[in-house]
């Protein structure tokens, strides 16, 4: 993965087979409104001096019910109502925004000058004859201002208002059992602030509300910026068509073509200025292609108006007026949230200037013509509400990091991000860890709809809501001795793509695998969906790779592998040719996105066993005498009530059919004492206790071992494990009243593991290892001193034991079938409690 490199991307992990694509994917939930929604199409700029004429025009929805919250429209921010704040030249408000932290309220211009948006006298926009822009300014923080001025004076220009304190200044996050949040993309919410600017049903916006709003979870995909390739940016405005989340609009023409997958109440407004009342410059307004849009203000007017007009009646509106009507039919009235998890990285942010002068910082810029709001770490860095006119905010990642921004007590996500090492001890943000930006939008008026982003973070977490990709695997060994590959999706896949994969089996390639520059891919055996977790949507996969498409050669997943979703070849994706596992259908996820590029998620760890069995060597109660003259006179330590069998596991144990099995049968012969009916059986076994200490791996043979077995019964209480990993051990002995007995405690080194398995390979190169020599497993097994602490013998009666074993991650090479492979180890915790029965008897 490309890191510390100033770009926009989530992995854009380098690809197997095609180049980084050029564009970034955020996720977005957009909720569509019905222009009849109280809180929208209120004209509020026009309603402080025509509120009265709104009346008399008798349009639906401007009745007295809409005139009795006058207030509420009278304090948007704009240039007739003189409310809100307004902006200066250089894109700064007039006043200090108290709901910021005080380290942003900094960021302020002085009062005289004014930020203007209107009607440029001269189009720099080719095929534009009616452009609009800012005004002549000096916003060089901006550069979205500075790329949409007018040059040469303007026809009009409006003050650039907006209305502060809309919303409360901390994000509210649902929580799991410890206090984190659930999904930082669905389950957040922001909360309204004060009563302005008909907000006055807020809490419905960003929620979802049966009847009242339909959801749509998309993606919002940016592109590379053509200044600086550095940046990604999306700049979509009046001139361009402006930006419509739920219309596929043809761009040569500027006509709907289609509704964009999700849920909608389809378009019901269009792109011009139509309020209702005689509006004074009706008959004169043309749009950015200088067409009159004069008698389709009419139509839609005698069609019900801003608040009443049906999809039915828009459709047939602009079928009517042909290609001025489909350029102008749109989708209106709609909130979006939109999420960024992104990384932060020192120095990308020094604020220093680079070889070419700029100074090195990461920014997120926005602007947009409604309500825009932004929050970092669930904070508010940027506060820009209400119903107005294009205007610019930003986040400077370098000023949040450098005050602990959403660290400090209080905050949303404090406890979590300190839990996470996000939040430095210098209180500054830590180097190199994941931040979460949230920005809010609403467009809540028919006539344009301008949203631009520039941006340059450093690394950022691919999209939930795009076409599916495999973000990372995990390798699980079960008991039968066959690896499960867990993947984690950045989106559900939906259900035909489950049942195609299940029924591939090698006949067609949906996963493939790169190892080194070799391409594998699965010969799929079973596919189900896991769970949802923190790092995407788990599903469960079993199979095993295939070396060419004929599958006459199969080998284990393993660690190193990275996956990629495969799709089919086509004109328009040729470099699916470049694969030779061919696919028959495109992954495609739940909300409708399908699978066009290769993204490979890495296998980050491989686990021989989630949790460890604890297996009693068996249950007798009669126990051959033991001979407790061969331990030290006194008090015994915790390293003398009791030793450690160890023994290799065999080929035949890695070659077998369910290694779980095979353990069941053999692993009381391969751990027992020495002695026996068979003495052959542990002669391949070391043993641990106090009298190996000082041997060269701190292991002896079955001559230095206190326990034996006396024709088939052990004189100590065993306790056995399979491992592939150094361990330490604890078993504490209480007797039938709960009284301490005795314990043991012993470990089992890296080293010590290292030297007895000889499965270590320096590199992490098993081709090294000879396969038919080393397993990298291990069998163990505790055995128990009968005795108590001060070396007494126990007496008959029942014993409480109590295990606690913890495994620590031992990277070294383990064989699977007939494959040595490279394990980087997990840590594992396990404990056991069992009550056994002990009578010493003398005749055996």
């Not at 119903?387 to 959403?406: M, Q, S």
Request: aromatic content about 12%; overall charge negative.
């Amino acid at each position: 993965m490309m890191k510390k490199v100033l770009m926009l991307a989530s992995a854009f992990t380098a690809g197997a087979f095609a180049a980084n694509s050029l564009q970034v994917s955020l996720d977005v939930v957009v909720r569509d409104f019905q222009p009849s929604h109280p809180d929208f199409e209120n004209f509020s700029e026009e309603s402080v001096k025509h509120s009265n004429e709104f009346m008399l025009w008798a349009k639906p929805g401007y009745d007295t019910d809409w005139l009795s919250r006058a207030a509420y429209h009278n304090t948007c921010g704009n240039k007739v109502s003189k409310q809100g704040v307004a902006l200066g030249k250089d894109g700064l408000p007039w006043v200090v925004n108290p709901l910021l932290p005080a380290y942003l309220q900094t960021q302020t211009t002085l009062p005289g000058s004014y930020l203007t948006y209107g009607q440029c006298k001269q189009s720099s926009i080719p095929g534009v004859e009616n452009q609009r822009g800012f005004g002549a300014n000096s916003a060089a923080q901006f550069t979205g201002v500075q790329k949409n001025t007018c040059s040469g004076g303007m026809f009009w220009e409006n003050e650039v208002y907006y209305t502060p304190g809309m919303v409360q200044p901390y994000l509210e996050f649902d929580r799991d059992s410890v206090g984190d949040p659930v999904d930082y993309l669905r389950n957040v919410h922001i909360k309204k602030g004060n009563d302005a600017c008909d907000n006055f049903y807020f809490a419905q916006w960003f929620e979802d509300i049966k009847d009242v709003n339909k959801r749509t979870e998309t993606t919002m995909d940016i592109p590379a910026a053509a200044d600086n390739p550095k940046y990604k940016e999306l700049n979509y405005n009046y001139n361009n068509g402006g930006y419509f989340p739920l219309d596929i609009i043809d761009s040569a023409s500027q006509q709907r073509i289609g509704p964009a997958p999700g849920d909608q109440w389809g378009p019901q407004s269009f792109s011009i200025f139509c309020p209702p009342y005689n509006y004074e410059y009706a008959d004169d307004q043309t749009d950015f292609l200088n067409q009159n849009t004069a008698a389709l203000c009419v139509a839609w007017n005698q069609n019900g108006g801003a608040k009443a007009l049906s999809p039915d009646a828009a459709s047939n509106i602009a079928v009517q007026y042909g290609t001025l009507g489909l350029q102008h039919l749109r989708n209106y009235n709609f909130t979006m949230m939109g999420y960024a998890n992104f990384k932060y990285y020192k120095e990308n942010n020094t604020g220093l200037p680079d070889a070419l002068g700029n100074i090195t910082q990461e920014i997120f810029e926005f602007a947009g013509d409604d309500d825009m709001w932004i929050f970092v770490d669930g904070v508010l860095a940027v506060d820009l509400g209400g119903t107005h006119l294009a205007t610019p905010g930003i986040v400077n990642i370098r000023t949040l990091a450098e005050n602990n921004h959403g660290c400090h007590p209080g905050e949303p996500l404090a406890t979590t991000l300190q839990k996470k090492g996000a939040c430095g001890a210098d209180g500054k943000w830590a180097d190199g860890q994941w931040h979460h930006l949230h920005f809010f939008y609403a467009d809540r008026q028919s006539d344009g709809s301008n949203l631009y982003i520039r941006a340059n973070l450093a690394e950022v977490a691919a999209s939930q809501f795009g076409q599916p990709r495999i973000l990372e695997a995990e390798l699980l060994k079960n008991e039968q001795g066959n690896f499960e590959t867990y993947f984690y999706s950045s989106s559900e896949l939906n259900d035909a793509s489950v049942q195609f994969m299940n029924a591939a089996n090698g006949q067609y390639f949906p996963i493939v695998v790169k190892r080194g520059k070799t391409y594998l891919a699965y010969q799929i055996t079973s596919l189900a969906y896991n769970q949802r977790t923190s790092k995407g949507y788990q599903y469960k996969l079993t199979g095993k790779l295939c070396t060419d498409p004929s599958c006459a050669v199969t080998v284990n997943p393993a660690f190193g592998d990275s996956l990629t979703y495969n799709y089919v070849e086509s004109s328009d994706h040729p470099d699916a040719a470049e694969c030779v596992f061919k696919n028959t259908f495109n992954v495609t996820s739940k909300n409708g996105k399908e699978v066009d590029t290769y993204n490979l998620g890495p296998v980050t760890t491989v686990t021989m066993s989630q949790t460890t069995t604890v297996i009693p060597a068996d249950n007798t109660i009669d126990r051959p005498p033991f001979d407790d003259k061969k331990l030290p006179s006194g008090e015994l330590s915790d390293k003398e009530t009791g030793e450690i069998v160890i023994s290799v596991l065999p080929e035949e144990y890695s070659n077998s059919d369910d290694q779980g099995a095979w353990i069941a049968e053999n692993i009381k012969k391969i751990t027992a004492a020495p002695g026996g009916s068979d003495p052959s059986s542990a002669a391949n076994s070391q043993i641990i206790n106090s009298n190996t200490k000082n041997s060269a791996t701190g292991a002896g043979s079955a001559d230095n071992a206190r326990c034996a077995t006396v024709g088939d019964v052990e004189n100590c209480v065993s306790f056995s494990f399979v491992t592939d990993q150094a361990f330490r051990v604890n078993v504490r002995v209480f007797d039938h009243l709960g009284h301490f007995v005795n314990q043991y405690n012993q470990a089992v080194s890296q080293e010590q593991f290292n030297a007895i398995t000889g499965s270590y390979a320096p590199s992490g190169e098993c081709s090294a290892l000879d396969p038919a020599t080393v397993s990298g497993s291990i069998a163990a097994s505790v055995k128990m001193y009968p005795v108590s602490k001060d070396g007494r013998k126990l007496g008959t009666g029942a014993y409480i034991y109590q295990v606690s074993l913890v495994e620590f991650p031992q990277p070294h090479c383990v064989k699977t079938g007939a494959e040595l492979q490279y394990i980087p180890g997990t840590y594992r915790r396990t404990e056991y409690k069992q009550t056994r029965g002990f009578r010493r008897i003398t005749g055996k």
